[in-house]
Structures are given as C-alpha cells and as structure tokens.
C-alpha cells in the first residue's frame, strides 16, 4: 500500500482570507509516497524561508493523498510546524529529501538548515525554530 503509485495534490491557504488557494502549489499523478512527500518537504523549506511571492501571503500549506489531507505546515513568526497526520507519513517526512516538483526552482534545503532549528517532535509534529 505505502508505494503504490498514487496521485498527490498542495495546496496553500491565504492569511487574509483563510481560504485554500484553488490553484495547487504542485499535483503529481501516479507517483509514490516518498517522491510526493519529498515535493512537499521542498515547499515547506521556501514557505518557511519566504522565498517566493506567493508564500508571503501564506498561512499554512497542505499535502494531499487521493483525497485526504497527509500533511500540513503552519508558519508562526520564528518557527514551522509540520504536521503528518499518521505515523507512517513521519517516517516518510524523516526518510526524504527535498526534491523538485515539475516546474519548481530551486532547491532551499541548505539554507532551510542553515536558517533553522529542528526544536522539537512531539508525536508526528515537527517544529523547527529559527537559529
């Protein structure tokens, strides 16, 4: 079941309105657990970093499994939290690296490490702090 070829939809939700954004951040097709969630770990280093326009009037994105939400991250003023919705799903997260999706430039996962903190777990929620 863990990797079978799936389909994987993002999306982001607006600090003003609180409303989803009905464009998806990526949405991939026929694609395995570890390929989306490595697509989505690379979203949530520039969310947390700020790096594009669309980001900066972000409150939180939101990874989604046929369906069904797998993942979320919220940005706060000095921390993310991210938050996987079933044990399986932190291991993928703890088991991946960041990837790009179709479109998608470039990679911040050396400055996402050298910006911020792994603070804690607590469950499946990771919260990383700025340094």
Same mark, same amino acid.
């Given at each position: 079941?863990? !990797?079978?070829?799936?389909?994987?939809?993002?999306?982001?939700? !607006?600090?003003?309105?609180?409303?989803?954004?009905?464009?998806?951040?990526?949405?991939?097709? !026929?694609?395995?657990?570890?390929?989306?969630?490595?697509?989505?770990?690379?979203?949530?280093?520039?969310?947390?970093?700020?790096?594009?326009?669309?980001?900066?009037?972000?409150?939180?994105?939101?990874?989604?499994? !046929?369906?069904?939400?797998?993942?979320?991250?919220?940005?706060?003023?000095?921390?993310?939290?991210?938050?996987?919705?079933?044990?399986?799903?932190f291991n993928v997260w703890e088991n991946t690296t960041a990837k790009l999706a179709p479109g998608k430039w470039p990679l911040y996962e050396r400055l996402f490490e050298a910006?911020?903190?792994?603070?804690?777990?607590?469950?499946?929620?990771?919260?990383?702090?700025?340094?």
């Open positions: 079941m863990g !990797n079978a070829l799936t389909n994987y939809v993002a999306y982001s939700r !607006n600090r003003k309105t609180d409303a989803y954004d009905t464009d998806p951040i990526f949405s991939v097709e !026929n694609t395995s657990d570890d390929e989306a969630m490595s697509y989505f770990k690379r979203e949530v280093h520039a969310f947390a970093l700020q790096k594009t326009q669309h980001y900066m009037g972000t409150k939180a994105i939101y990874l989604y499994r !046929n369906g069904w939400r797998v993942a979320r991250a919220e940005l706060f003023p000095d921390s993310i939290q991210v938050n996987l919705y079933r044990a399986y799903y910006t911020l903190k792994r603070e804690s777990t607590v469950g499946n929620c990771v919260t990383y702090t700025r340094k």
